[in-house]
């Protein structure tokens, strides 16, 4: 957002303030800002004009304005009606150089999951990349898969969903007590980097928000099924306020993915390049690898397809 319009909308927030009062804090001029309100009220916000100034008295659609009004967390967001990808669009920005920003659309006619798998999204989910360039290690750039994970939970929680993550990457509802579960969300994290540091990172987020069953692939459930519709606007800001905590804290992260974990306890079934591996998930070590008892001992898994199976 235009940096003279956000000051604008924060202190019209607090109640009503006049042009000249405006123009004097902002050193602008006062068609400057009537021209800034103006295109405030394009963007969805509605300001009232009263006689004692200008004042918000709500915060419209769904955009990429109205999610950095009150976003407390660094990101720029660019919104689209509709998208092919998400991600693709994150990796464009990311090889022109950008950083901390968020590629939100409303829905997405190309998506697309781990291995290249179609991806259902439809207008009222929550569809989104972050471009992400940190100093890290590529060791360690699950761990922004892992945050991500834990972000998409804690927020579906916060909703009133019982979310879950099942190993590496899926948040989920469990189903009894089998280690069963419907989708909920899925995260596809993308990278360039070099073999001592990574470039950039695109952590590609796909939530299930206000869809209805009809809506949802057979296997998965939304936000609004097992709770109820959630202002999307809100929502996308409290994923991305628990994400920048979680990136700027890398520590904390697989603590806070095993608090929320579904597969560790389950048996498990991890189809892996180099063949199939069945056994128990017992652990998950601390650049987010799978660890996987099975009768002839203990095997980490760095990557592979992990499907829960019912206790022997």
């Known amino acids: 957002m235009n940096e003279t319009r956000r000051a604008i909308i924060e202190a019209i927030a607090d109640g009503p303030v006049s042009g000249p009062e405006l123009a004097e804090r902002l050193e602008i001029s006062r ?21 004692d100034g200008y004042e918000l008295t709500a915060v419209g659609p769904y955009n990429g304005p109205t999610v950095e009004f009150g976003l407390e967390a660094p990101f720029e967001v660019e919104y689209h009606d509709s998208i092919g990808s998400t991600n693709d669009r994150g990796r464009e920005l990311a090889t022109e150089g950008a950083a901390d920003v968020v590629v939100l659309a409303d829905e997405q006619v190309g998506g697309r999951g781990r291995l290249e798998r179609e991806w259902s999204s439809p207008s009222g989910g929550v569809w989104m990349s972050v471009v992400c360039r940190p100093t890290i290690p590529p060791a360690e750039a699950p761990l922004y898969t892992l945050a991500a994970s834990v972000a998409t939970a804690r927020t579906a929680r916060e909703a009133g969903v019982d979310a879950r993550i099942k190993w590496p990457n899926d948040v989920v509802v469990p189903v009894g007590e089998d280690g069963d579960y419907r989708k909920l969300s899925g995260i596809l994290t993308e990278m360039e980097g070099e073999t001592d540091r990574v470039e950039w990172l695109v952590v590609g987020i796909g939530v299930n928000a206000n869809l209805e ?16 519709d959630v202002d999307r606007r809100v929502f996308v800001q409290r994923l991305l306020e628990e994400f920048e905590s979680l990136r700027s804290d890398l520590e904390t992260v697989v603590p806070a993915w095993r608090d929320l974990a579904l597969t560790l306890g389950q048996r498990v079934r991890v189809d892996r390049p180099g063949g199939t591996l069945e056994g128990e998930a017992v652990d998950v070590t601390d650049t987010g690898a799978l660890v996987v008892r099975t009768d002839e001992g203990r095997t980490t898994v760095s990557a592979g397809d992990c499907e829960h199976l019912r206790p022997v």
């Not at 009537?34 to 394009?42: E, G, I, N, P």
């Not at 069953?213 to 109820?228: H, I, R, W, Y």
């Open 31 to 51: 068609a400057a800002v009537w021209k800034h309100v103006d295109a405030l009220r394009a963007d969805g916000f509605e300001i009232e004009g009263k006689a």
């Open 213 to 228: 069953a009809e809506d949802l692939p057979e296997g998965s459930t939304s936000v609004s099924e097992e709770a109820n």
